[in-house]
Nanobody
Framework: QVQLVESGGGTVQAGGSLRLSCAAS????????MAWFRQAPGKGREGVAY???????GYADSVKGRFTIARDNAKNTLYLQMNSLKPEDTAMYYC????????????????WGKGTLVTIPS
């Protein structure tokens, strides 16, 4: 079983930046798909970004141009660089992984972290 542990959440003013990290118990190079999802209070889960083992990426329209997903296989870590943060980005952010292709925010993930909270005051 793959274990995922998120970190880096916190409170940042609108327009600021934050970098989330997700440490994996397995080499990230052996996990085909890794992704970030988020859930705001009273809202459903929303896919944010994904990345394949070879570096192909995809983003939700709401974060394109502001967020960047990356993975460091040597450190078994997934990252989400969040810039130009907005109050609507406030949510619990979850790291997720899928063992095999395909990789997109529309496909089921096999493993989930417990989440890290990001708060952007209005």
């Amino acid at each position: 079983q793959v274990q995922l542990v998120e970190s880096g959440g916190g409170t940042v003013q609108a327009g600021g930046s934050l970098r989330l990290s997700c440490a994996a118990s397995e080499y990230t190079s052996s996990i085909y798909c890794m992704a970030w999802f988020r859930q705001a209070p009273g809202k459903g889960r929303e896919g944010v970004a994904y990345i394949t083992e070879l570096g192909s990426t995809g983003y939700a329209d709401s974060v394109k141009g502001r967020f960047t997903i990356a993975r460091d296989n040597a450190k078994n870590t997934l990252y989400l660089q969040m810039n130009s943060l907005k109050p609507e980005d406030t949510a619990m952010y979850y790291c997720a992984a899928r063992e095999h292709s395909p990789c997109s925010l529309a496909y089921n993930m096999d493993y989930w972290g417990k989440g890290t909270l990001v708060t952007i005051p209005s």
